[in-house]
């Protein structure tokens, strides 16, 4: 996880640049993108990412947990639908304290980039937010019961020759960090898709307007979705060589890594897990 004294910093920092949200992905979320990058083919896959809200000057998303979910698409080749069950599991979890914050992540079998259908089910995406952090979203993203629309970022790994990870939001410009035992091997603060990419931007636009891509929302509210999208593209192979290199125990004959045996604790925890929201 990220030392405090870390995230101060980089909260002084981004209050001198103006920003006012921070994603943070921990070193086990690497791993899960890294590892999800060689594992997608030919089909869609994905789950929720799950963390702690910090906030001082900025709102830090620190995304440090996931949990897969199986893609309940009728066409999963080229969309992603998270089970149902899963989702109010995870989204009980989410009531129940035990996370702050989520985030939808999926893949794209190909290295294809956000779609028109991806951006725009960000921005519907309903969710309850945390009393802290909703008092600090723009008012047009927050309903009376307190839930919002847009608030957290969406999370694409497209595979291809060169997997690349897409962190993306909308009207929210923010920063974006990598870290591992409290450093940072990675950052980088957003861009607007309008700006950056105008080309894509265009041809997203006309997608719609043609109608090769249905979204079932009126042109205007997809031209604004487009237009607000801020994004960053990081190369997953730039991030795997940053991370440290694993420590290893044992002979040749059956060595395994602290990450191995980590990963193992892991998958029984969330199995346990499991099972008690089973008996619920």
């Known amino acids: 996880m990220i030392s405090e004294d870390t995230l101060r910093k980089i909260d002084r920092w981004m209050r001198n640049w103006g920003l006012d949200y921070a994603i943070i992905v921990t070193r086990d979320i690497v791993d899960y993108f890294t590892d999800i990058a060689r594992a997608t083919d030919r089909v869609e ?7 702690k809200l910090w906030m ?4 830090f998303y620190i995304y440090h947990d996931f949990v897969q979910v199986r893609n309940v698409s009728s066409t999963p080749e080229n969309s992603y639908i998270p089970d149902p069950n899963s989702t109010v599991e995870v989204a009980w979890m989410v009531r129940e304290g035990k996370y702050d914050v989520l985030a939808v992540m999926h893949t794209h079998p190909d290295d ?12 519907t995406f309903r969710f309850h937010v945390p009393p802290a952090l909703r008092s600090r979203l723009p008012p047009d993203l927050v309903t009376e019961r307190g839930a919002s629309q847009g ?7 497209a595979d291809g020759e060169s997997p690349t990870l897409y962190c993306y939001t909308y009207d929210l410009p923010f920063y974006f ?3 591992e035992d409290g450093r940072i091997i990675y950052d980088d603060t957003s861009v607007r ?4 990419d105008p080309s894509y ?9 043609k109608g090769i891509v249905k979204v079932g929302k009126p042109i205007d509210f997809v031209r604004w979705t487009l237009f607000f999208t801020h994004f960053v593209k990081v190369p997953i192979n730039e991030l795997e060589k940053r991370l440290s290199p694993e420590i290893v125990i044992g002979g040749r004959e059956g060595e395994v890594s602290i990450r191995e045996i980590a990963e193992e604790i892991r998958e029984k925890m969330k199995r346990e ?4 929201l089973r008996q619920l």
């Not at 294809?112 to 089910?121: E, I, K, Q, R």
């Open 177 to 179: 960090a990598a870290v």
């Open 112 to 123: 294809a980039a956000f779609s028109v259908v991806d951006l725009v089910s960000l921005r």
């Open 151 to 157: 608030a957290y970022p969406g999370f694409l790994v």
């Open 45 to 51: 896959m994905g789950g929720f990412l799950l963390g």
């Open 273 to 276: 897990i499991e099972r008690r």
């Open 193 to 196: 898709l309008f700006d950056e």
């Open 56 to 59: 001082n000057h900025a709102a």
């Open 201 to 209: 931007y265009k041809y997203l636009e006309r997608c719609v307007e």
